[in-house]
């Protein structure tokens, strides 16, 4: 079969059709969802305490390594540093979070506020590895992995893409839905994209629900320095899986709602003059 769809404009295809789905996924598809958010309501014994000291008023977290080891580290050993000193909150949006953590916003550019990092990237903490994943597939929670694990990657780095799969991934885009992937085994998919490890399922960490802190990034795996707080009661599902919850606020959530409505600009950006500075974090533990 000769195909006409080149791997660039299929793999973009690929990319946008994949941030569709997960954004319409079900909460069926993490089944421990409920069970982990809440144990994370709950006081964890394990924890690491911080004070961010800003200029509108003082914010105390509580950091989870036990969720989130890497994630909480990076962030420990940043403040250490002072790297978050003289930065401030980038991103204010009334109902949803505040967002701040860029080095880009300790000078006067306001371009490129957000854009950001420390200089290095690393991987996502939302997810703990569940059991294998074996059979035919007849649920939306298995084809999504069959979709995310085996097939997005394999027809972007193929240059000649095995028909059969090809067939599957027109059928997906045509009818924006799973279901094509159904009826096959994880074996099939396996065997034609060449994927030879063992596909799990995938359990959620930790919701994103309100005074929670998470991590900024731009796509998976792409995190540095920018964090966001969550204001928005109880939560924002729809970022639950892509972004690292790492901890929550324990005190000064009246600082963090006057910080989300400073007056600000097109780009959510507090207007000159107005902007809530990140004076120091004192770690307590």
Known sequence: MKMHISKIALAALLLAFSFTMLNCQSNAAHKSDDDASEENMEAKPDTVNLIIKTTYGNIGLELWPDIAPKTVDNFVKLSSEGFYDKTYFHRVIPDFMIQGGDPNTKDADRSNDGMGGPGYKFEDECYTIGEPITGKVTDEDTAMLVWTKLIVPYMQSSQNPQSEIFEIVKAVQEKQSLEPIYGKTVEWYQDRTGYKQPLHSQILKAKVLY????????????????FFIVTKQPGTPWLDGKHTVFGKVTSGMDV???IEKLERDSRDNPNPGKEAFINSIEIIK
Do not use: L
């Not at 005074?211 to 920018?226: D, E, K, R, V």
């Open 211 to 226: 005074s929670y802190i998470c991590m900024a990034n731009s796509g998976p795996n792409t995190n540095g320095s920018q």
């Open 256 to 258: 963090v709602h006057k």
